[in-house]
């Protein structure tokens, strides 16, 4: 088997792994780094079939690149099959909008999906000589690890997850002997998820029982929909704005078991108002105590209108419950207290706080799933300290690949 990153290996982001074995090639996912412009994975080589293991842009973002020259089958979930669409989308519109090199067009779009075959987990596909399976990755709804087989086998995990949220079970591991897997919490710990949610609940209910309005800034897929499960049994009077809508109701629409529970959703979508228009906006700080919105790194979407209206309250809060990459406006709101919103800046008096509910397994977790894999060959990517994993994998032999150079095994 051969294995060769176009990108991802030392890096979060643009994770693209070409996969050559038994005259098979196939690739699994082709991101970008959402840097400003975006920063593509080395250029695409021809392969059979392309597997995808879920809709975040860094998983999936040149994708339709794959499409300009070549007809490769795209293998994915249902799930995430149907919630790519609108991300692709919105980058083209972001290209335009920020008058980025345009990389790829609408037409390179509809093309890939043409080319696209769904799965549940566990449906077994055939591609050359290789089966490839899908099992869930606990990340996102309808993230997928995949483990190819024929004489060797492997799994790749994709971003993992594997602990239990209100929306998805964590991932089971599934015994292989090759494991490419992510490695984004390195050496970091999370603390007890119950915990955190417990902790955000009070802040909420606190916040809102002093007169004040809470902002959360979240992710379209997985996490809007999650913070509006949780804020479900609250009895408080929620909106959700932005891309996550969309999403939400991609997945309310979507059969195929990707949620934990598909009518619990249904029903804290239910308790929940969706903001539709800019004059449905206008009223919903005044008729909300609490508004879920995009972007979930702040750098665009409703939620700097929310932000900018609230800014001079100090009763009010913004709380954080995601990653924020380095150069986002969530970042610089952490470290500096101030946030650009149309080009000026503005330094919020709402009250600031971080909830470390991260979609990404951590360090211990991370080593307890690769022990239950048992693999003989560990090869770590999506990380910036993988390093930080090999004295925790004393009994396996840990592989560190870099960009563009193909290792043989
Ligand atoms: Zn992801
Ligand atoms: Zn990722």
């Known amino acids: 088997m051969k294995v060769k990153f176009l990108g991802g290996a030392e890096e979060v982001g643009r994770l693209a792994i070409k996969i050559h074995e038994s005259n098979t090639n196939i690739m699994v996912d082709y991101g970008v780094i959402p840097e400003k412009p975006p920063e593509y994975p080395l250029p695409y080589e021809k392969v059979e079939g392309i597997f995808v293991t879920h809709a975040h842009l860094d998983h999936i973002g040149g994708l339709p690149m794959c499409y300009q020259s070549h007809r ?44 696209v075959l769904t799965s549940r987990y566990g449906d077994a596909s055939q ?21 190819f087989e024929n004489n060797m086998n492997l799994l790749v995990t994709g971003d993992l997850y594997t602990g239990d949220t209100y929306l998805l079970n964590g991932a089971k ?18 603390e007890d998820r119950q915990q955190v949610v417990n902790r955000f609940r009070e802040r909420v209910r606190e916040v809102v029982d002093n007169g004040g309005k809470v902002i959360l800034p979240a992710f379209a897929m997985g996490r809007t929909q999650e913070l509006l499960m949780i804020l479900a049994t609250m009895d408080l009077k929620v909106a959700s704005d932005g891309m996550g809508n969309t999403i939400t109701n991609i997945y309310l629409d979507t059969p195929g078991g990707f949620l934990r529970s598909r009518s619990e959703l249904r029903r804290a979508v239910g308790r929940a108002r969706q903001i539709r228009n800019n004059r449905m906006r206008a009223a919903a700080i005044e008729e909300n105590d609490v508004i879920v919105t995009t972007s979930g790194m702040m750098d665009g979407g409703p939620v700097l209108r929310y932000v900018q209206e609230l800014a001079d309250d100090p009763k009010s809060a913004i709380f954080l419950t995601g990653y924020q990459v380095e150069g986002t406006n969530g970042r610089s709101l952490i470290e500096t207290g101030i946030l650009n919103i149309a080009g000026a800046p503005v330094r919020p008096s709402m009250q600031l706080e971080f909830f470390d509910m991260s979609a990404h397994a951590g360090h211990d977790d991370l080593v307890s799933f690769i ?19 090999i004295e925790s994998l004393p009994d396996y032999e840990v592989i560190l690949p870099m960009n563009g150079q193909e290792f043989e095994f």
């Open 72 to 115: 490769p089958d795209l293998y994915a979930t249902t799930l995430t099959a149907s919630s790519m669409r609108p991300m692709l989308e919105d980058s083209i519109k972001i290209m335009d909008i920020e008058g980025y090199p345009k990389r790829f067009a609408r037409d390179d779009i509809n093309t890939l999906y043409e080319m």
């Open 127 to 147: 591609v050359g000589e290789m089966t490839a399976t899908p099992y869930s990755a606990g990340h996102i709804p309808g993230s997928s690890m995949w483990k």
């Open 173 to 190: 591991p599934v015994k292989a002997e090759n494991l490419i897997i992510e490695s984004t919490y390195a050496g970091k710990f999370h």
């Open 371 to 389: 022990k239950q894999v048992d693999p003989q060959r560990v090869i770590l990517c999506h990380g910036e300290q993988r390093e930080k994993l």
